[in-house]
């Protein structure tokens, strides 16, 4: 692995069901991150983890719950899907877990709630 | 409220020169980045901007004026390659990262 990957690349999911996006990140970075990238609109934060055991919310957090029991791995869950979730979902990571650092995003996932 | 203002889409040819503006309302302002996106790629960093001025790095420069809002991102000598979308992101008082709608850029031969 180099750098940060997530996992699926692409979904198609029947509303009401529950999905994991999955993110593992090989840089050692504290601080990690997932958003939501929408047509038309900046990319906004749903939750985000400035050390391995911490989570905070964002600007979107309904309907989204993380998880963060070591560095690497930063899953996020939709625990019963609607159509609004419809979107790209991008991971990142940052050496500090402050706004200050560099970002790196992983290649993102599509998700079809039908 | 919080608002980051980019054109939704600009053309250029290639080997112009072509400056892409934002302009940024915010609760406070502690820095401000550019990001390259790739249509169905993630966004990558550009450059980082704190104080007031230009930054060059290559074919790249961004500059800011805290003063008014704006900065911008200045690309010289367009290739094809450059053809992506560019977000401005804000960090805020509270050190939170505000992102703007991105500007699409178009790059004709």
Known sequence: I?????????????AGRRMTLRCTQDMRHNA??????DLGL?????HYSNTAGTTGKGE????????????DDFPLTLASAVPSQTSVYFCASSAGDNSYNEQFFGPGTRLTVL | ????????????????????????????????????????????FLSYNVLDGLEEKGRFSSFLSRSKGYSYLLLKELQMKDSASYLCAVIDSNYQLIWGAGTKLIIKP
Request: aromatic share 12%.
């Open chain 1, 32 to 37: 990690m991150y997932w958003y939501r990238q």
């Open chain 2, 1 to 44: 409220g919080q608002n980051i203002d980019q054109p939704t889409e600009m053309t250029a040819t290639e080997g112009a020169i072509v400056q892409i503006n934002c302009t940024y309302q915010t609760s406070g302002f502690n820095g401000l980045f550019w990001y390259q996106q790739h249509a169905g790629e993630a966004p990558t």
């Open chain 1, 42 to 46: 900046g990319l906004r934060l749903i």
């Open chain 1, 2 to 14: 180099a750098g940060i990957t997530q996992a699926p690349t692409s979904q198609i999911l029947a």
């Open chain 1, 60 to 71: 979107v957090p309904d309907g989204y719950s993380v998880s963060r029991a070591n560095t």
